[in-house]
C-alpha cells in the first residue's frame, strides 16, 4: 500500500493538514475537502479505534458507532498489524 499511496500530491496534502492551526481550520478543511459522508466515516473509524484501545468488546461497538462487524475487524487489524499510526495518534491525544 505504502508505494501506492507515496507520491508528490499525497506529501502537500498531508502537509496542508500538518499547516492547520485549530480546530476549526480542520473543520473547514475538511468540510471543503470531503462529502459529510466521507467524514462521518473517517470518524467513526477512529471512534472505534480509540474504543478498540479502551479494550471495549466488539459488540459494545457495534452498537455505539453503528459500525459494521467488518468495519471494528477492519480498524482493530490495522491497530495490531499496520503501521503505527493509530498508535501514534492515540498516544498523542492521551498528552
Known amino acids: 500500500m505504502e508505494d501506492k499511496m507515496r507520491n508528490a500530491e499525497t506529501d502537500k496534502l498531508f502537509k496542508a493538514v500538518l499547516d492547520l492551526?485549530?480546530?476549526d481550520e480542520?473543520?473547514?478543511f475538511f468540510e471543503d475537502l470531503c462529502t459529510v459522508a466521507e467524514l462521518r466515516a473517517m470518524t467513526q473509524?477512529?471512534?472505534v479505534v480509540l474504543m478498540l484501545s479502551g479494550n471495549t468488546v466488539y459488540s459494545e461497538i457495534v452498537?455505539?458507532?453503528g459500525a459494521s462487524s467488518a468495519?471494528?475487524?477492519r480498524v482493530n487489524h490495522?491497530?495490531?498489524y499496520g503501521k503505527?499510526?493509530?498508535k501514534t495518534a492515540i498516544a498523542r491525544?492521551?498528552?
Open 21 to 23: 492551526k485549530s480546530v
Open 26 to 28: 480542520c473543520y473547514d
Open 45 to 47: 473509524r477512529f471512534t
Open 63 to 65: 452498537e455505539k458507532t
Open 71 to 73: 468495519t471494528v475487524s
Open 78 to 80: 490495522a491497530l495490531q
Open 84 to 86: 503505527g499510526g493509530y
Open 93 to 95: 491525544l492521551k498528552k
